[in-house]
């Protein structure tokens, strides 16, 4: 099992920016595919961005693209998601999530192929 531990967020104006942090810890985070996902009151958790495990492709979800950016440093073991031009409909509780890789490099977007997550952090936008 890998530990995982989010940072980086918080209130922030809307149009502007925030990093988030995943720290993994118990493995080396080479070994899995990472995920971000949000989750807002009362909704779904929805999935955000997907990497594969060396970094080379990622996508993301309709609402975040052009804005969000996944990204990782296995040697720093964490994954990143900066978030810029942020939106009040941003606002949820941001999770990563890591899965074991395959073989073959590949990006997960249904929530339930994860088996690790974090306990969550916070991004509020205020309009």
């Known amino acids: 099992q890998v530990h995982l531990v989010e940072s980086g967020g918080g209130l922030v104006q809307a149009g502007g920016s925030l990093r988030l942090a995943c720290a993994a810890s118990?493995?080396?985070?080479?070994?899995?595919?990472m995920g971000w996902f949000r989750q807002a009151p009362g909704k779904e958790r929805e999935f955000v961005a997907a990497?594969?495990?060396?970094?080379?492709?990622?996508n993301y979800r309709d609402a975040v693209k052009g804005r969000f950016t996944i990204s990782r440093d296995n040697a720093k073991n964490t994954l990143y998601l900066q978030m810029n031009s942020l939106k009040p409909e941003d606002t949820a509780a941001y999770y990563c999530?890591?899965?074991?890789?395959?073989?073959?490099?590949?990006?997960?977007?249904?929530?339930?192929?994860?088996?690790?997550w974090g306990q969550g952090t916070q991004v509020t936008v205020s309009s």
């Open positions: 118990g493995r080396t985070l080479n070994n899995y595919s």
């Open positions: 990497i594969t495990w060396d970094g080379d492709n990622a």
């Open positions: 999530a890591a899965k074991l890789r395959l073989l073959v490099a590949t990006l997960y977007r249904n929530p339930n192929d994860y088996e690790n």
